[in-house]
């Protein structure tokens, strides 16, 4: 499984960017996908998780309400819209996929297998 995330920039607070990522594997595969951030200097944090089906989704509580992952199987690809970015939201974004079973989304960072290499997003206050 490859991942391929862009989408990241720069944007004021208050604005909104949408990250993308392009999941590349083997037909017939079943994953489930995450997004994950890590600004300098911290560690890296879940954000927001989707099932392979895309009928369940998980946020973190600080994006919950702003942020929305959604995907779309015909683009091979998994969005994550984010709104009223704030600055403390600055970080390398990453998603991640996991094998896994239909119906199932992960949301520690331990659980995925596969990364792709990260877009960053800059929120200037």
């Known amino acids: 499984v490859q991942l391929q995330a862009s989408g990241g920039g720069l944007v004021q607070t208050g604005g909104s960017l949408r990250l993308a990522c392009v999941v590349s594997?083997?037909?017939?595969?079943?994953?489930?996908v995450g997004w994950f951030r890590q600004a300098p200097g911290k560690e890296r944090e879940f954000v927001a998780a989707?099932?392979?089906?895309?009928?369940?989704?998980h946020y973190s509580d600080s994006v919950k309400g702003r942020f929305t992952i959604v995907r779309d199987f015909a683009q091979n690809s998994v969005y994550l819209q984010m709104n009223s970015l704030k600055p403390e939201e600055t970080a390398i974004y990453y998603c991640a996929a996991r094998l896994t079973v239909s119906g199932v989304y992960y949301y520690t960072s331990h659980e995925y297998d596969y990364w792709g290499q990260g877009t960053e997003v800059t929120v200037s206050s």
């Open positions: 594997g083997r037909a017939g595969d079943m994953y489930a």
């Open positions: 989707i099932s392979w089906g895309g009928t369940k989704t």
